[in-house]
């Protein structure tokens, strides 16, 4: 869950505050987690108390969001997640926001076949993002986690996410002037994307998903996600990056990478 917990710090600061370039501190002193943090850390400990079991699971991820919400209720969850924080018993609300895409990565990690990782994805969205392009989100970040851990090459991940999720068919170049803040998983799932398609390590991926502006927390989140599947992280920047978490958060991560990613 690193790559999206080190994308959203680094992009915390820029998220209504654009930087459309790569020149900046990746992780700040100024920089914090968010709800992408809080919410990912949700999702894994979710997984890890159901064993991926389906049912149990999709139980597991509504309690533990709740959970983890109401213990960080000033992370900077939208109106609607908030409302959905606050029932006894939450129901979806037809949501196609990009928060089912930033949150799943731990589904692409625990995953073990191809199948598993678009279930998995599904239902850590369903509860809150049950539109098609929410789920859709969601599940194309996870399959791409999935098929980077199986040494599938950028080509062919980015042929796979062309043809059954997203069409990439533009550079960051082409964009970084005119994207604007959009929270939709249709325009920022694409673009994150983009980010890992053009960059030639995990750090570069990062600072490709903040140049171009937009929703630069979350977009960086999404980035980091896939581009740690890919490139894997240097030890250093999980050890800067550990400072920005509590103990609590700390925890759940740990017990994360010791099941699914030694």
Request: aromatic share 14%.
């Amino acid at each position: 869950m690193w790559g999206a917990i080190i994308g959203d710090i680094a992009g915390s600061i820029y998220e209504f505050n654009n930087h459309r370039s790569k020149e900046f501190e990746l992780l700040a002193p100024e920089c914090f987690f968010t709800d992408d943090t809080v919410m990912t850390v949700a999702v894994g400990k979710a997984l890890l108390d159901s064993g991926e079991n389906d049912y149990l699971f999709s139980k597991g991820v509504v309690d533990e969001m709740k959970y983890f919400g109401r213990k960080y209720p000033d992370a900077g969850y939208g109106g609607k997640f908030r409302a959905w924080l606050g029932q006894y018993d939450p129901v979806p609300y037809d949501s196609y926001g990009n928060g089912s895409a930033m949150r799943v990565s731990a589904c692409g990690f625990a995953a073990k076949t191809l199948e598993q990782a678009v279930r998995l994805a599904y239902n850590s969205a369903y509860c809150t993002h049950n539109h098609f392009e929410g789920v859709k989100g969601a599940c194309a970040v996870s399959v791409a986690i999935f098929l980077a851990r199986g040494g599938k090459s950028k080509e062919e991940i980015k042929e796979y996410i062309n043809k059954y999720y997203y069409k990439t068919d533009f550079t960051l170049d082409e964009i970084r002037d005119t994207y604007k803040f959009n929270e939709t998983c249709q325009q920022t799932v694409p673009q994150a994307f983009e980010a890992f398609f053009e960059s030639t390590d995990f750090e570069d991926a990062i600072r490709n998903a903040v140049s171009v502006g937009g929703d630069s927390d979350t977009l960086a989140a999404i980035t980091g996600s896939v581009a740690q599947a890919y490139y894997g992280i240097p030890d250093e920047l999980i050890a800067k990056a550990r400072t920005y978490l509590d103990g609590f958060l700390l925890e759940t991560v740990d017990r994360f990478d010791e099941k699914y990613l030694k």
